[in-house]
């Protein structure tokens, strides 16, 4: 009698089995599908990502090489190759064909691009100090103290990691500008700040000495 209870009980439990899978298998199985689909998907791009990234980096180095050997206009043109690429490499790809075009004396071009990349909402913030900076050294040579303090005084702040290379150039631009007045001031701000590199301490120290020399010491009758 009991075997009897027992088959009973268990067709009972297979009926039911049968029931829920009738009810949810379809469920369950495109569940299951979905999980291979979206592994093999999530798989699939990782590898294409990959692939981009190295062709990208073979693209740039290949743009180094050819500027190295001086083909300015091969590099400028692998360069501009890169502007679709992914990952970072259309910022630098941009960085890199600025600094091309400062190389190849096209100065104008070359403050034209960096400003461009320095004013680029859409560009890493580091790279954006940087292209601003670079613009700043060009221009500090072609134009007055005014252009440079418009590309950089706003890299001087307390916390701004390149504040001493600002600095030092905003100090530069101001002594050839014979503004002895702002040339201390910004000397004064790094010898104040007691994280300026030592190279950098050395430079105004010296340049100090030439205000010195030719302006007289700070508060004398000019």
Not at 85 to 95: D, E, I, K, N, V
Request: charged fraction near 30%; hydrophobic fraction near 45%; aromatic fraction near 8%.
């Amino acid at each position: 009698m009991s075997d009897i209870f027992r088959e009973v009980d268990e067709d009972i439990r297979q009926e039911k089995y049968r029931r829920l899978w009738d009810r949810f298998g379809p469920w369950v199985i495109a569940l299951a599908v979905l999980i291979v689909l979206g592994t093999g998907g999530y798989r699939g791009w990782h590898y294409w990502q990959e692939t981009q990234a190295q062709e990208a980096g073979d693209k740039f180095l290949e743009a180094v090489r050819l500027s190295e050997a001086g083909d300015v206009d091969g590099a400028l043109a692998a360069l501009e190759g890169l502007s679709g690429a992914s990952g970072g490499y259309p910022q630098l790809a941009r960085l890199r064909a600025a600094s091309e075009l400062a190389k190849a004396d096209r100065k104008a071009d070359a403050v034209a691009a960096f400003d461009a990349i320095s004013r680029d909402s859409s560009v890493d913030e580091a790279l954006k100090s940087i292209a601003a900076l670079r613009a700043g050294y060009l221009v500090v040579d072609m134009e007055g103290y005014g252009a440079v303090a418009d590309r950089v005084e706003v890299l001087t702040g307390e916390d701004a990691p390149f504040r001493a290379a600002a600095r030092e150039l905003l100090a530069l631009a101001a002594w050839k500008a014979g503004n002895a007045e702002d040339a201390r001031k910004w000397i004064a701000a790094l010898q104040d700040d007691e994280d300026t590199p030592s190279e950098v301490s050395r430079r105004v120290e010296i340049l100090s000495e030439v205000i010195r020399s030719q302006f007289g010491a700070a508060g004398d009758a000019q």
